[in-house]
C-alpha cells in the first residue's frame, strides 16, 4: 500500500501516551460521548430518494441513551482504501474527542478486485488500512471499534445462507486479536441470523420492493435487527456498559426510520 505523508504521520500519532489527552476513562465515561461510524452504504444514512433502503447505522441511535450519540459517517460504495483516499477519515479525526468511539465496519467494496479505488488484498492492504483507523483514533485519546462486515441474503440449494465476505471477515477478526481492539463479529452473527429467518423470511430484512430484489442493502426491519446486533456486541465486548443502552429486547416501531431530503 502507497501511503500519503500525511497518513503516515497520523499513524505515527498513535506512539503518543493517551494521558496527553488529558481526561482519563472514568472522566470520559461521564460526559457526553460520540460514536462515529466509518463504513460503507450498508450502515449510511439514506435520503427520502431511496426509501426504503436503510441503513443500519440510522437504527442504532434508538438503541443507545442519550449519552451517547451517533456521528454517522459512512457512505455508499466506500472501501477501506477510499474512504481514507478521499479524506473521510481526516474530517472522523478532526472531530473526534478523547472518550469517543470509532467503529469501523469494511469489506463488501474492498472486495472489487477490478476496481483498483477500492480494492484491498485482505491479509495485506485491508489490514493495513484498518490499521490508519485503529491508530487514528488512539493517538486521540478515542477507542476504536472493529466490526466484521455485516452478511448479504445468499442461500444455497438446500436452504443454507452462505457466506459472501471470503477472507476479510478473518482478516479483521486477526487485525483485532493483534492490535487488541475490541471485535463486533456482525459477519458471524447475521449470517446466523439469516439462516434462522431463512430464505423467504429475509426478503423481509431486506430491500426487497416491487421493482428492486436487493440482496445487500436494508429495509427498515432489517436495518434495525442488524443495530441491534451491534448494540449488543458493544455491550458483550465491554464496550459500552450496560447503563449506555436501551431497548435492546423491545420492538422498535418501523414509523421511527425516517429519510431526510437530500441536500444539495
Known amino acids: 500500500m502507497s501511503l500519503t505523508r500525511r497518513q503516515i504521520g497520523l ?13 482519563s476513562t472514568a472522566e ?3 460526559r457526553h460521548r460520540t460514536l462515529f461510524v466509518a463504513g460503507d452504504s450498508t450502515a449510511a444514512q439514506k435520503f427520502a430518494d431511496a426509501a426504503p433502503e436503510t441503513g443500519w447505522g440510522m437504527a442504532l441511535p434508538f438503541f443507545l441513551r442519550k449519552q451517547l450519540s451517533v ?24 472531530a473526534v474527542r478523547p472518550g469517543d468511539l470509532l467503529l469501523i465496519q ?28 485503529v ?24 436452504g443454507n445462507a452462505v457466506p459472501t ?21 456482525i459477519q458471524a452473527l447475521s449470517l446466523a441470523l439469516w439462516q434462522q ?3 423467504e423470511g429475509t426478503k423481509t430484512y431486506f430491500n426487497w420492493t416491487a421493482t428492486e430484489q436487493d440482496n445487500t442493502h436494508f429495509n427498515p426491519p432489517g436495518a434495525i435487527a442488524v443495530a441491534r446486533l451491534v448494540a449488543r456486541e458493544l455491550v458483550r465486548t465491554r464496550v459500552l456498559a450496560a447503563r449506555d443502552v436501551r431497548r435492546l429486547h423491545d420492538e422498535i416501531p418501523e414509523s421511527w426510520i425516517t429519510w431526510p ?3 444539495a
Request: aromatic fraction near 6%; hydrophobic fraction near 40%; charged fraction near 25%.
Open 11 to 23: 499513524a505515527g500519532l498513535a506512539a503518543l501516551p493517551l494521558a496527553l489527552s488529558g481526561m
Open 28 to 30: 470520559a465515561s461521564q
Open 71 to 94: 456521528s454517522n459517517h459512512a457512505v455508499n460504495g466506500r472501501s477501506s482504501k477510499s474512504f481514507v483516499d478521499e479524506g473521510r477519515l481526516d474530517v472522523i479525526l478532526q
Open 106 to 133: 469494511f469489506a463488501h467494496n474492498d472486495e472489487k478486485d477490478t476496481d483498483p479505488t477500492r480494492y484491498t488484498e485482505p491479509w495485506s492492504t485491508y489490514q493495513d488500512h484498518l490499521r490508519l483507523y
Open 135 to 158: 491508530d487514528g483514533a488512539r493517538a486521540r485519546g478515542a477507542r476504536p471499534v472493529l466490526a466484521t462486515a455485516v452478511e448479504r441474503r445468499r442461500f444455497d440449494t438446500g
Open 165 to 185: 465476505h471470503g477472507d476479510y471477515p478473518a482478516a479483521m477478526r486477526a487485525l483485532a486479536r493483534e492490535e487488541r481492539v475490541a471485535l463486533l463479529d
Open 197 to 199: 429467518l431463512g430464505a
Open 261 to 263: 431530503q437530500a441536500t
